[in-house]
């Protein structure tokens, strides 16, 4: 299993707005890709003083394959229109991990 985990500390003006429209609308328009196979949201306790709030997102695959597909059909659109609605007014970073149990 693959683990996609997106880091995004978002600013404290569009916070709410923000994090309604992941939970409504970008996560659910990254799950109908159908490759996904659970996904989780966290947000991080030890917060240092930004002036935002900082989630991991994490989402699961079953294998390397499928990351590489979203990769070249899906993630270039949705990570735009996630730029296009909040320009400079987050920050993130992406990693892919290996599952093992």
């Known amino acids: 299993m693959i683990l996609y985990s997106?880091?995004?500390?978002?600013?404290?003006?569009?916070?709410d707005e923000w994090l309604h429209w992941?939970?409504?609308?970008?996560?659910p328009d990254v799950l109908k890709t159908g490759l996904f196979v659970?996904?989780?949201i966290l947000?991080?306790?030890d917060e240092i003083e930004n002036g935002g709030v900082t989630y991991s997102f994490q989402y699961y695959l079953k294998n390397i394959a499928d990351y590489e597909e979203y990769q070249?059909?899906?993630a270039?659109?949705?990570?735009?229109?996630?730029a296009g609605r909040?320009?400079?007014?987050f920050v993130a970073f992406r990693t892919v991990l290996e599952v093992v149990e």
């Open 72 to 74: 070249q059909r899906h």
């Open 43 to 45: 947000r991080m306790l």
């Open 86 to 89: 909040y320009p400079d007014k």
């Open 38 to 40: 659970e996904n989780r």
């Open 6 to 15: 997106v880091t995004v500390n978002i600013d404290n003006q569009v916070h």
């Open 22 to 27: 992941m939970q409504t609308v970008h996560i």
């Open 76 to 82: 270039p659109r949705l990570q735009a229109e996630h």
